[in-house]
């Protein structure tokens, strides 16, 4: 909810069913460039992980950073009807790192031990790029996406788009290496625009015993491995990680996917043009203004993978595919057994996903596009869930202290 410059504002709520990485940000424009931050659920006391205990736990937070106010990026681009000025650095815990110009002492560096599981709580607060990761000469397993449990999966790179969250487990080397290692991310993109191509590293460094002090000293002298990363436009890899995704769907842990559907809907999403208005020029493809849109066909520009966001619940991605969605013949092959449960997923670039969730959450409920640049253009609807007959599915009514505009 907005509250008022120079004030302060206490949420309160309760966790009911939840535990996992989430994130808070703010929602007004493009100030969650810097206006974010993680949210850590911990399981209940005593219930355990369904996989060992980490050693430790470490939040990694991808952002992106404008050399400019990002609100008069988007206000100018808004005006202009071109595409916003593009971020000069992606950021991993507020840090560039050394691939930047001057930013290497800016650099996030995750120390670890050898022989030890590190759980990484990844967040991809970017405003505007789904990201590909990896740590260089390490393999990550990933155990859960958007504070749910997944069917582990080994990875050398994972994609992880704005508004995803991605827990993963690092097992770092039986023995003290000889070498540090970067961590790097760089954007999976498919869309015409431009876009800030550059990449993000930090550094994963070996804490030294007394026994091995001397091979850390001689290790400064040997540049850091680096991770091989997918191409910028790698579809291909982008599909065959998000396949992979499956909900744990254990008897602690189950998967409860809706089997019937009581309401079907269909959506589209897209990104074209708005004709530039008389006595104006306009700075879009051929003198147009960007425009986006859920279910308005025209003047479509091109395909692109959008990051759909659902606030008020998480549901079930029960299909996707490329191509237009086939209602005869896709609905078949939906899993509804273990698909993966989350709040953020992809539209492939130029296909459709089905998703089913149970509506058990009455309010108005805002579904976006997390390229804010396409929220901004108008990718963006609102579900409205009516409350239910019984007194537990009705709207709770404004906090006593809701903050007055
Ligand atoms: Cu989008």
């Known amino acids: 909810m907005p509250h008022p410059t120079g004030h302060s ?16 940000h703010a929602h007004i424009s493009w100030l969650r460039s810097t206006v974010y931050g993680p949210i850590v659920i911990l399981p209940k006391l005593g219930v355990p992980y369904p996989f ?3 050693y430790k736990e470490v939040p990694i937070i991808f952002g992106e950073w404008f050399n400019a106010d990002t609100e008069a990026i988007i206000k100018q681009a808004l005006q202009t009807g071109g595409g916003p000025n593009v971020s000069e650095a992606y950021t991993i815990n ?27 709580r990844m967040i991809n ?8 990761f990896s740590i260089a000469n390490h393999t990550l397993t990933v155990v859960e996406v958007d504070a749910i449990y997944v069917k582990p ?36 993109v498919t869309g015409l625009g431009t876009f800030d191509n550059s990449t993000v590293a930090g550094i994963l460094e070996y804490e030294a015993s007394p026994k091995t002090i001397h091979s850390s000293l001689s290790i400064k002298k040997f540049p850091p491995y680096k991770p091989a990363l997918p191409p910028l ?24 996917v809706p089997q019937k559907v009581d309401r079907q809907f269909f959506f589209t999403v897209g990104l074209g043009t708005n004709p530039c208005p008389k006595n104006k020029t306009c700075q879009g493809p051929n003198g147009t203004m960007f425009a986006a849109s859920v279910n308005n066909d025209t003047s479509i520009l091109g395909a692109e993978s959008h990051p759909l966001h659902l606030h008020g619940f998480n549901f079930f991605v029960v299909g996707q595919g490329f191509g ?57 609807m609102a579900w409205v869930v009516l409350d239910g007959k ?15 505009c």
């Not at 019984?390 to 007055?404: G, V």
Request: aromatic share 12%; hydrophobic share 40%.
């Open 9 to 24: 504002y206490v949420y309160n709520y309760t966790i009911t069913g939840q535990r996992g990485t989430l994130w808070w």
């Open 52 to 54: 060992a205990k980490p």
């Open 94 to 120: 507020g840090l560039p790192g050394p691939l930047y110009n001057c930013s290497a002492k800016d650099t996030f560096k995750l120390k670890v031990k050898p022989g030890k599981t590190y759980m990484l």
């Open 125 to 132: 607060a970017a405003l505007n790029d789904e990201l590909f």
């Open 153 to 188: 999966f080994e990875t050398e790179i994972l994609l992880i788009t704005p508004g995803q969250t991605t827990n993963v487990l690092l097992k770092t080397k039986p023995q003290f290496p000889n070498a540090t290692f970067f961590m790097t991310a760089r954007p999976y």
């Open 233 to 256: 436009n790698d579809t291909a890899y982008a599909t065959n990680f998000t396949n992979k995704l499956r909900s744990l769907a254990s008897a602690e842990f189950p998967a409860n």
């Open 324 to 380: 237009n969605f086939d209602p005869n013949k896709d609905p078949a092959k939906f899993n509804l057994v273990d698909p993966v449960e989350r709040n953020t997923a992809g539209v492939p670039s130029g296909g459709w996903v089905a998703i089913r969730f149970l509506a058990d959450n009455p309010g108005v409920w805002f579904m976006h596009c997390h390229l804010e640049v396409h929220t901004s253009w108008g990718l963006k």
């Open 390 to 404: 019984l007194p537990n599915q009705k709207l709770l009514p404004p906090p006593a202290d809701l903050p007055k």
